[in-house]
């Protein structure tokens, strides 16, 4: 059984930095995409950034670029998306997710499975 389960939330002031983490078992974590959507309530989950199988390519939404770096350890099926000159509107719960296509990274219908979520909080 596929599990991810994310880690690293919490509250943070404005300019701060934050590391989340998600720990994959239950498949060969190498083998998948792996990717971070956030959501707010009332809103569609948003692509944030992701990072296909080898770790050799990485995308970032626009409203992250410069500030957030996604990376992966295969070895240790382990997945990190850090988080530096955090906004108030960056405040979300952040999920990460395994899926088979890069070419589709941004698209939440092509992750197959999704972690349970962890809470980031901004303040101003």
């Known amino acids: 059984q596929v599990q991810l389960v994310e880690s690293g939330g919490g509250l943070v002031q404005a300019g701060g930095s934050l590391r989340l983490s998600c720990a994959a078992s239950?498949?060969?974590?190498?083998?998948?995409?792996m990717g971070w959507f956030r959501q707010t309530p009332g809103k569609e989950r948003e692509f944030v950034a992701a990072?296909?199988?080898?770790?050799?390519?990485?995308m970032y939404a626009d409203s992250v670029k410069g500030r957030f770096t996604i990376s992966r350890d295969n070895a240790k099926n382990t997945g990190n998306l850090q988080m530096n000159s955090l906004k108030p509107e960056d405040t979300a719960v952040y999920y990460c997710?395994?899926?088979?296509?890069?070419?589709?990274?941004?698209?939440?219908?092509?992750?197959?499975?999704w972690g349970q979520g962890t809470q980031v909080t901004v303040s101003s």
């Open positions: 997710a395994q899926g088979t296509s890069f070419t589709s990274y941004s698209a939440p219908n092509k992750y197959n499975y």
């Open positions: 990072i296909n199988r080898s770790g050799s390519s990485t």
């Open positions: 239950g498949r060969t974590f190498s083998n998948y995409v």
